[in-house]
Protein backbone atom coordinates (compact mmCIF):
# COMPACT_ATOMS: atom_id res chain seq x y z
CA UNK A 1 0.00 0.00 0.00
CA UNK A 2 1.28 3.67 -0.95
CA UNK A 3 1.19 5.80 1.91
CA UNK A 4 -1.34 8.88 1.07
CA UNK A 5 0.53 11.59 1.98
CA UNK A 6 -1.46 14.72 -0.01
CA UNK A 7 -4.74 13.91 2.39
CA UNK A 8 -2.76 14.94 5.30
CA UNK A 9 -0.48 17.89 3.58
CA UNK A 10 -3.15 19.28 1.10
CA UNK A 11 -0.72 21.87 0.37
CA UNK A 12 2.72 20.33 0.07
CA UNK A 13 4.18 20.18 -3.37
CA UNK A 14 7.35 18.45 -2.68
CA UNK A 15 8.49 14.97 -1.39
CA UNK A 16 10.96 12.39 -1.08
CA UNK A 17 10.28 8.74 -1.41
CA UNK A 18 11.59 5.86 -1.99
CA UNK A 19 10.92 3.19 -5.12
CA UNK A 20 9.25 0.01 -4.37
CA UNK A 21 8.83 -1.24 -7.47
CA UNK A 22 8.97 -0.97 -11.21
CA UNK A 23 6.00 -1.85 -13.39
CA UNK A 24 6.39 -2.57 -17.34
CA UNK A 25 9.46 -0.48 -17.04
CA UNK A 26 7.93 3.21 -16.95
CA UNK A 27 5.81 2.56 -14.12
CA UNK A 28 6.90 3.79 -10.23
CA UNK A 29 5.61 2.23 -7.39
CA UNK A 30 6.78 4.84 -4.38
CA UNK A 31 6.67 4.09 -0.67
CA UNK A 32 4.82 7.00 -0.15
CA UNK A 33 3.13 10.12 -2.61
CA UNK A 34 1.87 13.61 -3.07
CA UNK A 35 0.33 12.27 -6.45
CA UNK A 36 -3.03 11.99 -6.30
CA UNK A 37 -4.11 9.27 -8.23
CA UNK A 38 -8.05 10.72 -9.77
CA UNK A 39 -11.34 9.67 -8.06
CA UNK A 40 -14.42 11.49 -6.89
CA UNK A 41 -14.48 12.54 -10.71
CA UNK A 42 -11.02 14.55 -9.94
CA UNK A 43 -8.42 13.81 -12.63
CA UNK A 44 -4.75 12.70 -11.35
CA UNK A 45 -1.77 14.99 -10.17
CA UNK A 46 0.92 15.69 -12.77
CA UNK A 47 4.18 16.85 -12.60
CA UNK A 48 7.65 15.53 -12.19
CA UNK A 49 10.04 13.01 -10.01
CA UNK A 50 13.54 13.13 -10.83
CA UNK A 51 13.22 15.56 -13.56
CA UNK A 52 11.38 13.03 -15.53
CA UNK A 53 7.61 14.05 -16.47
CA UNK A 54 4.84 12.11 -14.68
CA UNK A 55 2.08 11.34 -18.08
CA UNK A 56 -0.38 9.27 -15.63
CA UNK A 57 -1.50 8.27 -11.78
CA UNK A 58 -3.77 5.70 -10.83
CA UNK A 59 -4.11 3.29 -7.66
CA UNK A 60 -4.70 -0.38 -7.96
CA UNK A 61 -5.53 -2.31 -4.92
CA UNK A 62 -4.28 0.81 -2.66
CA UNK A 63 -0.77 0.74 -4.80
CA UNK A 64 -0.10 4.29 -6.57
CA UNK A 65 1.60 3.91 -9.90
CA UNK A 66 3.65 6.85 -11.43
CA UNK A 67 3.55 6.45 -15.16
CA UNK A 68 6.98 8.18 -16.31
CA UNK A 69 7.65 9.48 -20.30
CA UNK A 70 10.51 8.18 -20.29
CA UNK A 71 12.22 5.91 -17.39
CA UNK A 72 15.69 4.55 -18.63
CA UNK A 73 17.47 4.98 -15.32
CA UNK A 74 17.25 2.93 -11.61
CA UNK A 75 16.03 4.83 -9.84
CA UNK A 76 15.93 4.10 -5.72
CA UNK A 77 15.26 7.39 -3.84
CA UNK A 78 13.41 9.88 -6.00
CA UNK A 79 12.10 13.29 -5.17
CA UNK A 80 8.48 14.45 -6.71
CA UNK A 81 7.49 17.51 -7.36
CA UNK A 82 3.18 18.07 -8.14
CA UNK A 83 1.89 20.73 -10.83
CA UNK A 84 0.60 22.29 -8.03
CA UNK A 85 -0.99 25.49 -9.80
CA UNK A 86 -2.79 22.64 -11.42
CA UNK A 87 -3.99 20.63 -8.58
CA UNK A 88 -4.85 23.73 -6.70
CA UNK A 89 -7.36 24.76 -9.83
CA UNK A 90 -8.66 20.76 -9.39
CA UNK A 91 -8.97 21.32 -5.82
CA UNK A 92 -10.72 24.67 -6.32
CA UNK A 93 -13.04 23.07 -9.38
CA UNK A 94 -14.16 20.43 -6.95
CA UNK A 95 -15.14 21.73 -3.89
CA UNK A 96 -16.97 24.63 -6.34
CA UNK A 97 -18.86 21.50 -7.53
CA UNK A 98 -19.68 20.19 -4.19
CA UNK A 99 -20.93 24.11 -3.20
CA UNK A 100 -22.90 24.05 -6.73
CA UNK A 101 -24.45 20.26 -6.11
CA UNK A 102 -25.35 21.25 -2.65
CA UNK A 103 -27.46 24.37 -3.30
CA UNK A 104 -29.12 22.82 -5.86
CA UNK A 105 -30.21 20.16 -3.48
CA UNK A 106 -30.99 22.20 -0.42
CA UNK A 107 -32.93 24.99 -2.54
CA UNK A 108 -34.54 23.16 -5.49
CA UNK A 109 -34.21 19.60 -4.60
CA UNK A 110 -32.23 18.66 -7.40
CA UNK A 111 -30.10 15.94 -7.68
CA UNK A 112 -26.56 15.65 -8.87
CA UNK A 113 -25.96 12.31 -10.19
CA UNK A 114 -22.70 12.89 -11.82
CA UNK A 115 -19.66 15.48 -11.13
CA UNK A 116 -16.27 15.79 -13.46
CA UNK A 117 -13.77 17.92 -14.04
CA UNK A 118 -11.99 17.07 -17.79
CA UNK A 119 -10.70 19.72 -20.30
CA UNK A 120 -10.53 22.46 -17.96
CA UNK A 121 -14.39 22.46 -17.06
CA UNK A 122 -16.25 21.20 -14.40
CA UNK A 123 -19.39 20.16 -15.11
CA UNK A 124 -22.61 18.60 -13.12
CA UNK A 125 -25.06 15.92 -14.23
CA UNK A 126 -28.87 16.66 -12.86
CA UNK A 127 -31.89 14.17 -12.66
CA UNK A 128 -33.55 16.65 -14.19
CA UNK A 129 -34.46 19.13 -16.68
CA UNK A 130 -33.66 22.16 -15.13
CA UNK A 131 -34.33 26.10 -16.10
CA UNK A 132 -31.84 28.40 -16.11
CA UNK A 133 -33.06 30.56 -14.18
CA UNK A 134 -32.82 28.06 -11.30
CA UNK A 135 -29.07 27.74 -12.73
CA UNK A 136 -28.39 31.13 -12.23
CA UNK A 137 -30.44 31.75 -8.41
CA UNK A 138 -28.05 28.69 -7.51
CA UNK A 139 -24.87 30.21 -8.71
CA UNK A 140 -25.31 33.45 -6.72
CA UNK A 141 -26.43 31.58 -3.74
CA UNK A 142 -23.08 29.06 -4.23
CA UNK A 143 -20.48 32.40 -4.29
CA UNK A 144 -22.04 33.84 -1.73
CA UNK A 145 -21.83 30.85 0.53
CA UNK A 146 -18.11 30.76 -1.07
CA UNK A 147 -17.66 34.42 0.26
CA UNK A 148 -18.73 33.04 3.85
CA UNK A 149 -15.48 31.46 3.95
CA UNK A 150 -16.99 28.31 5.77
CA UNK A 151 -13.92 25.55 6.57
CA UNK A 152 -14.14 22.33 5.07
CA UNK A 153 -14.37 19.50 7.27
CA UNK A 154 -12.96 16.08 6.44
CA UNK A 155 -13.23 12.84 8.37
CA UNK A 156 -14.35 9.33 8.58
CA UNK A 157 -18.42 9.02 9.02
CA UNK A 158 -19.98 6.35 9.69
CA UNK A 159 -22.02 4.63 7.02
CA UNK A 160 -25.73 5.09 8.98
CA UNK A 161 -24.38 8.47 9.60
CA UNK A 162 -23.62 9.22 6.06
CA UNK A 163 -27.28 7.45 5.54
CA UNK A 164 -28.86 9.98 7.72
CA UNK A 165 -27.34 13.80 7.00
CA UNK A 166 -25.35 13.27 3.24
CA UNK A 167 -27.35 14.12 0.07
CA UNK A 168 -25.84 11.23 -1.37
CA UNK A 169 -25.80 7.73 -0.51
CA UNK A 170 -22.61 6.22 0.63
CA UNK A 171 -20.97 3.04 -1.36
CA UNK A 172 -22.72 0.04 -0.91
CA UNK A 173 -19.48 -2.14 -0.96
CA UNK A 174 -20.14 -5.01 1.86
CA UNK A 175 -18.13 -4.59 5.29
CA UNK A 176 -17.09 -0.79 4.63
CA UNK A 177 -18.11 1.00 7.86
CA UNK A 178 -16.77 4.14 7.25
CA UNK A 179 -16.41 6.48 4.44
CA UNK A 180 -14.44 9.87 4.17
CA UNK A 181 -17.03 12.87 3.99
CA UNK A 182 -16.34 15.75 3.13
CA UNK A 183 -18.69 18.57 5.37
CA UNK A 184 -19.25 22.32 4.69
CA UNK A 185 -21.27 23.10 7.92
CA UNK A 186 -24.48 24.41 7.27
CA UNK A 187 -24.12 23.42 3.36
CA UNK A 188 -22.80 20.00 2.59
CA UNK A 189 -22.34 16.88 3.79
CA UNK A 190 -21.08 13.99 0.89
CA UNK A 191 -19.01 10.95 1.10
CA UNK A 192 -15.72 11.95 -1.49
CA UNK A 193 -12.35 10.47 -2.08
CA UNK A 194 -11.02 13.74 -3.68
CA UNK A 195 -9.06 16.59 -2.83
CA UNK A 196 -10.57 19.97 -2.02
CA UNK A 197 -9.65 23.43 -0.34
CA UNK A 198 -9.51 23.99 3.15
CA UNK A 199 -11.92 26.83 2.55
CA UNK A 200 -14.96 27.75 0.44
CA UNK A 201 -13.75 30.98 0.53
CA UNK A 202 -10.28 29.85 -1.53
CA UNK A 203 -13.19 28.87 -4.24
CA UNK A 204 -12.78 32.74 -5.51
CA UNK A 205 -15.70 32.71 -7.40
CA UNK A 206 -17.72 30.13 -9.51
CA UNK A 207 -19.15 31.26 -12.77
CA UNK A 208 -21.96 29.00 -14.91
CA UNK A 209 -20.91 28.52 -18.51
CA UNK A 210 -23.78 26.32 -19.91
CA UNK A 211 -26.40 23.87 -19.90
CA UNK A 212 -27.37 21.02 -21.91
CA UNK A 213 -30.93 19.28 -21.90
CA UNK A 214 -32.19 16.18 -22.62
CA UNK A 215 -35.12 14.99 -21.63
CA UNK A 216 -35.16 14.26 -18.39
CA UNK A 217 -31.50 15.56 -17.74
CA UNK A 218 -29.30 18.49 -17.00
CA UNK A 219 -25.55 18.85 -17.94
CA UNK A 220 -24.60 22.12 -16.53
CA UNK A 221 -21.27 23.40 -16.99
CA UNK A 222 -19.25 25.95 -14.33
CA UNK A 223 -15.56 27.15 -14.29
CA UNK A 224 -14.36 27.91 -10.69
CA UNK A 225 -11.60 29.89 -9.39
CA UNK A 226 -8.57 30.39 -11.95
CA UNK A 227 -10.46 28.82 -14.28
CA UNK A 228 -13.05 31.02 -13.87
CA UNK A 229 -10.55 33.73 -13.81
CA UNK A 230 -8.53 32.81 -16.54
CA UNK A 231 -11.91 31.84 -18.72
CA UNK A 232 -13.29 35.50 -17.95
CA UNK A 233 -9.88 37.09 -18.89
CA UNK A 234 -10.26 36.10 -22.33
CA UNK A 235 -14.39 36.60 -22.68
CA UNK A 236 -13.53 40.28 -21.25
CA UNK A 237 -10.51 41.21 -23.54
CA UNK A 238 -12.44 39.79 -26.47
CA UNK A 239 -15.68 41.60 -25.32
CA UNK A 240 -13.08 44.74 -25.57
CA UNK A 241 -11.91 45.01 -28.72
CA UNK A 242 -15.52 44.28 -30.03
CA UNK A 243 -16.94 46.93 -27.91
CA UNK A 244 -14.23 48.92 -29.97
CA UNK A 245 -15.16 47.70 -33.38
CA UNK A 246 -18.24 48.31 -33.06
CA UNK A 247 -17.87 51.43 -30.82
CA UNK A 248 -20.26 50.62 -28.09
CA UNK A 249 -20.88 49.60 -25.01
CA UNK A 250 -20.61 46.03 -23.59
CA UNK A 251 -24.43 45.85 -22.71
CA UNK A 252 -25.04 46.74 -26.70
CA UNK A 253 -22.64 43.91 -28.04
CA UNK A 254 -25.61 41.54 -28.94
CA UNK A 255 -27.79 43.79 -30.28
CA UNK A 256 -25.36 45.46 -32.43
CA UNK A 257 -24.01 41.90 -34.17
CA UNK A 258 -27.70 41.03 -34.39
CA UNK A 259 -27.80 44.08 -36.21
CA UNK A 260 -24.91 43.47 -38.33
CA UNK A 261 -26.04 40.16 -39.10
CA UNK A 262 -29.39 41.99 -40.35
CA UNK A 263 -27.16 44.04 -42.84
CA UNK A 264 -25.22 41.17 -44.09
CA UNK A 265 -28.20 39.17 -44.71
CA UNK A 266 -30.19 42.06 -46.80
CA UNK A 267 -26.61 42.70 -48.68
CA UNK A 268 -26.18 39.34 -49.40
CA UNK A 269 -29.63 39.14 -51.11
CA UNK A 270 -29.04 42.54 -53.04
CA UNK A 271 -25.91 40.81 -54.16
CA UNK A 272 -27.75 37.89 -55.35
CA UNK A 273 -30.36 40.74 -57.69
CA UNK A 274 -27.41 42.48 -58.78
CA UNK A 275 -25.50 39.36 -59.83
CA UNK A 276 -28.92 38.13 -61.48
CA UNK A 277 -28.81 41.43 -63.65
CA UNK A 278 -25.39 41.38 -64.38
CA UNK A 279 -26.19 37.68 -65.80
CA UNK A 280 -28.92 39.07 -67.72
CA UNK A 281 -26.54 41.68 -69.91
CA UNK A 282 -24.20 39.07 -70.58
CA UNK A 283 -27.24 36.64 -71.71
CA UNK A 284 -27.66 39.70 -74.43
CA UNK A 285 -23.87 39.50 -75.21
CA UNK A 286 -23.79 35.70 -75.87
CA UNK A 287 -26.83 35.98 -77.69
CA UNK A 288 -25.72 38.57 -80.27
CA UNK A 289 -23.30 36.42 -80.59
CA UNK A 290 -25.13 32.87 -81.32
CA UNK A 291 -24.96 31.00 -83.92
CA UNK A 292 -27.44 29.34 -86.13
CA UNK A 293 -27.63 25.40 -86.60
CA UNK A 294 -28.57 23.34 -89.35
CA UNK A 295 -31.63 22.02 -88.00
CA UNK A 296 -32.51 26.00 -86.89
CA UNK A 297 -31.33 25.83 -83.52
CA UNK A 298 -29.99 28.63 -81.56
CA UNK A 299 -26.26 27.58 -80.48
CA UNK A 300 -24.81 29.77 -77.41
CA UNK A 301 -21.25 28.81 -76.87
CA UNK A 302 -19.13 30.71 -74.07
CA UNK A 303 -16.13 30.29 -72.13
CA UNK A 304 -15.80 32.96 -69.17
CA UNK A 305 -13.07 33.43 -66.85
CA UNK A 306 -12.63 33.54 -62.86
CA UNK A 307 -10.26 36.71 -63.95
CA UNK A 308 -13.13 38.63 -65.62
CA UNK A 309 -15.49 37.56 -62.65
CA UNK A 310 -14.02 39.53 -60.04
CA UNK A 311 -17.21 40.87 -59.09
CA UNK A 312 -18.39 38.03 -57.33
CA UNK A 313 -16.91 36.35 -53.68
CA UNK A 314 -15.87 33.29 -54.24
CA UNK A 315 -15.51 29.90 -56.41
CA UNK A 316 -19.09 28.66 -55.49
CA UNK A 317 -21.07 32.09 -56.29
CA UNK A 318 -18.91 31.89 -59.58
CA UNK A 319 -20.44 28.73 -60.40
CA UNK A 320 -23.62 29.43 -59.11
CA UNK A 321 -22.73 33.21 -61.63
CA UNK A 322 -22.60 30.54 -64.78
CA UNK A 323 -25.54 28.72 -63.80
CA UNK A 324 -27.38 31.81 -63.38
CA UNK A 325 -26.65 32.58 -66.98
CA UNK A 326 -27.50 29.00 -68.00
CA UNK A 327 -30.76 29.33 -66.79
CA UNK A 328 -31.38 32.66 -68.18
CA UNK A 329 -29.94 31.45 -71.64
CA UNK A 330 -32.03 28.55 -72.07
CA UNK A 331 -35.53 30.17 -70.95
CA UNK A 332 -36.04 30.11 -74.59
CA UNK A 333 -37.13 26.88 -76.70
CA UNK A 334 -34.61 26.19 -79.51
CA UNK A 335 -31.61 27.78 -77.76
CA UNK A 336 -28.56 25.30 -76.84
CA UNK A 337 -26.15 26.86 -74.34
CA UNK A 338 -22.38 25.30 -74.36
CA UNK A 339 -21.53 27.33 -71.33
CA UNK A 340 -17.72 26.39 -69.89
CA UNK A 341 -16.02 28.54 -67.10
CA UNK A 342 -12.22 28.53 -65.82
CA UNK A 343 -12.99 28.76 -61.72
CA UNK A 344 -9.25 28.41 -60.89
CA UNK A 345 -5.86 28.18 -62.36
CA UNK A 346 -6.77 24.43 -62.10
CA UNK A 347 -10.28 23.92 -62.31
CA UNK A 348 -12.57 24.26 -65.08
CA UNK A 349 -17.08 23.45 -65.01
CA UNK A 350 -18.94 23.13 -67.93
CA UNK A 351 -22.60 23.09 -68.48
CA UNK A 352 -24.23 22.12 -72.03
CA UNK A 353 -27.89 21.71 -72.40
CA UNK A 354 -31.17 23.27 -73.29
CA UNK A 355 -34.98 24.15 -72.39
CA UNK A 356 -35.92 21.54 -70.12
CA UNK A 357 -39.13 20.96 -72.53
CA UNK A 358 -36.86 20.51 -75.61
CA UNK A 359 -37.54 16.67 -75.80
CA UNK A 360 -35.49 16.31 -79.19
CA UNK A 361 -32.27 17.49 -77.94
CA UNK A 362 -29.90 15.35 -76.13
CA UNK A 363 -26.51 17.63 -75.54
CA UNK A 364 -24.87 14.34 -73.45
CA UNK A 365 -22.34 13.10 -76.73
CA UNK A 366 -21.13 16.86 -76.80
CA UNK A 367 -20.97 16.94 -73.29
CA UNK A 368 -18.99 13.71 -73.23
CA UNK A 369 -16.81 14.75 -75.89
CA UNK A 370 -15.85 17.66 -74.02
CA UNK A 371 -15.72 16.22 -70.63
CA UNK A 372 -12.74 14.41 -71.77
CA UNK A 373 -10.86 16.91 -72.93
CA UNK A 374 -10.80 18.67 -69.95
CA UNK A 375 -9.86 15.25 -67.91
CA UNK A 376 -13.77 15.82 -65.78
CA UNK A 377 -16.26 14.18 -64.03
CA UNK A 378 -20.10 14.94 -64.21
CA UNK A 379 -23.01 13.96 -66.00
CA UNK A 380 -27.18 14.63 -66.35
CA UNK A 381 -29.67 14.59 -68.76
CA UNK A 382 -29.61 15.09 -72.41
CA UNK A 383 -31.12 19.28 -71.77
CA UNK A 384 -28.63 19.61 -69.07
CA UNK A 385 -25.59 18.14 -68.21
CA UNK A 386 -22.90 19.55 -65.66
CA UNK A 387 -18.85 18.88 -64.66
CA UNK A 388 -16.08 19.64 -63.73
CA UNK A 389 -12.81 19.37 -64.68
CA UNK A 390 -9.01 20.09 -64.46
CA UNK A 391 -7.55 21.25 -67.73
CA UNK A 392 -8.47 24.94 -68.06
CA UNK A 393 -5.77 25.04 -71.18
CA UNK A 394 -8.13 22.71 -72.97
CA UNK A 395 -11.71 24.69 -72.50
CA UNK A 396 -11.77 27.34 -75.05
CA UNK A 397 -10.95 24.31 -78.19
CA UNK A 398 -13.44 22.10 -75.91
CA UNK A 399 -16.23 24.49 -75.97
CA UNK A 400 -15.47 25.35 -79.66
CA UNK A 401 -15.63 21.39 -80.65
CA UNK A 402 -19.14 21.12 -79.19
CA UNK A 403 -20.28 24.26 -80.96
CA UNK A 404 -18.99 23.09 -84.18
CA UNK A 405 -21.09 19.48 -83.91
CA UNK A 406 -23.60 21.42 -82.31
CA UNK A 407 -24.10 23.22 -85.09
CA UNK A 408 -24.38 19.93 -87.13
CA UNK A 409 -25.88 17.82 -85.08
CA UNK A 410 -29.03 20.22 -84.02
ZN1 LIG B 1 -15.24 15.92 -3.51
Known amino acids: MTEKIFYKSLYQTEFDAEVLDVIDGRGLV ?7 PGGGGQPCDLGFINGLEVVNVYEHDGVIVHELKDLNINLKKVHGVIDWARRFEMMQQHLGEHIFAAVLYNKFNINTLRMRIENGAASLDLDKVVDENIIREAESEANEIIWKNIPVEVFNADIEDIKKFSRKQPP ?8 RVVKISGVDYVPCCGLHVKNTGEVGVIKFVKAEHDKNFT ?12 WLSVLVQEAHKIQIALTCGGHEIYNRVETLQNDLKEIASRNKILLEQIALMQTDKIMSKALKSQGGFIIAPEVLDYKDL ?13 KILFKELTKALGVIALLGCKINKERTFIIFGSN ?14 ALKMIEGKGGGSGVCAQGFGSKPENLIEAVNKACESSLKLF
Open 356 to 369: KCAKNIDVRKIFNE
Open 310 to 322: KFIKDEEDIINYV
Open 172 to 179: SKAGIKAV
Open 219 to 230: RVYIKCGRGAFN
Open 30 to 36: LDRTLFY
